[in-house]
């Protein structure tokens, strides 16, 4: 079972996977790409899989290596 597989916390309803721009994410970045989270259509609850947080941590340590010349 893989973490878009289980139910939302919330409510018990089935998650679904959905492809989201970062910037719609309460994260500041200013990468452009999309990350991959689970959102439940009964209740909206997000929830964002090891794979949408490593990314976002990756993007966020290269980030600050450029910057630190």
Same mark, same amino acid.
């Given at each position: ?6 139910? &939302?916390?919330? @409510? ?5 996977e #959905? /492809?989201?721009?970062? !910037? ?8 452009q ?6 959102? &439940?259509?009964? @209740? ?5 899989? #090891? /794979?949408?947080?490593? !990314? ?11 910057g630190?010349?």
């Amino acid at each position: 079972m893989n973490e878009l597989e289980i139910p &939302c916390s919330d @409510c018990g309803t089935d998650l679904e996977e #959905q /492809t989201t721009h970062v !910037q719609e994410l309460p994260v500041s970045t200013d990468w452009q790409g999309h990350v991959r989270i689970a959102v &439940c259509p009964t @209740c909206e609850a997000r929830y964002y899989p #090891q /794979t949408a947080l490593s !990314q976002l941590t990756e993007i966020a340590d290269n980030s600050r290596s450029c910057g630190d010349s």
